[in-house]
């Protein structure tokens, strides 16, 4: 059974930091990896999507790296900004079925 | 390109009672999966449609059941509701080949039970 955790569970840093959060899963016959960020409330916002057969992602100030072999996946988020604050999600793609969710990494850049 | 929509957004119901949430799903999309979040949790698999059939189950009872429809929208109904049913319901839509999903999820919204 897949089970996903994350390191932090809650991190809180000045703006213009770079940060790393981190995402441990326990199956690594997983498909894809996918990074989301989620506002108090709301839905779930895609940020990345790290293909079985890749290594990384970026957009823009967001880097996500994948290892299959040791079970982890981390998100970089360089120059922290305040509209940045919020809780970040890593979902492990399960065979294609079904996405295994972490419990999330509650961020909050001070100004 | 029109994004995953849900209705309603909030709604309160008493134990007991059945609700049904709606979910269309992104243009382009086959497939639909349904996830509850209760507060502070990441979200948790209920089910997946594909091909109007469902394709996949996590671990909630028969009461949590849905729908898929020709044009691909999906419906979560959930039966004889619980205090423990209060969270907020996620719809995505993905592209799927021969079920198995190949690509990024999309997120609605979200519906937010709560059971009184």
């Known amino acids: 059974k897949q089970e996903v955790t994350q390191i932090p569970a809650a991190l809180s840093v000045p703006e213009g930091e770079n940060l790393v959060l981190n995402c441990s899963f326990t199956?690594?016959?997983?498909?894809?990896l996918q990074w989301f960020r989620q506002d108090p409330g709301k839905g779930l916002t895609s940020l990345l999507l790290?293909?079985?057969?890749?290594r990384e992602q970026t957009s823009g100030r967001l880097n996500a790296s994948l290892d299959k072999s040791s079970g982890r996946s981390t998100l970089y988020i360089a120059a922290s900004q305040p509209g940045d604050s919020a809780t970040y999600l890593c979902?492990?793609?399960?065979?294609?079925?079904?996405?295994?969710f972490g419990p999330g990494t509650r961020l909050s850049v001070l100004p | 390109e029109t994004g995953v929509t849900q209705s309603p957004t909030h709604l309160i119901k008493t134990r007991g009672q059945q609700v049904t949430l709606r979910c269309s799903s992104q243009s382009g999309h086959n497939t639909v999966s349904w996830y509850q979040q209760a507060l502070g949790q990441g979200p948790q698999f209920i089910f997946q449609?594909?091909?109007?059939?469902?394709?996949g189950r996590g671990n909630f009872p028969p009461r949590f059941s849905g729908l898929q429809f020709p044009n691909y929208s999906s419906e979560l109904n959930v039966n004889a509701l619980e205090l423990d049913d209060s969270a907020l319901y996620l719809c995505?839509?993905?592209?799927?080949?021969?079920?198995?999903?190949?690509?990024?999820?999309?997120f609605g919204e979200g519906s937010r039970l709560t059971v009184l």
């Open positions: 995505a839509s993905s592209l799927s080949s021969g079920g198995a999903n190949t690509g990024e999820l999309f």
């Open positions: 790290i293909q079985s057969s890749q």
């Open positions: 979902a492990a793609d399960n065979y294609g079925q079904n996405f295994v």
């Open positions: 199956d690594s016959a997983i498909y894809n």
């Open positions: 449609y594909y091909r109007e059939e469902e394709n």
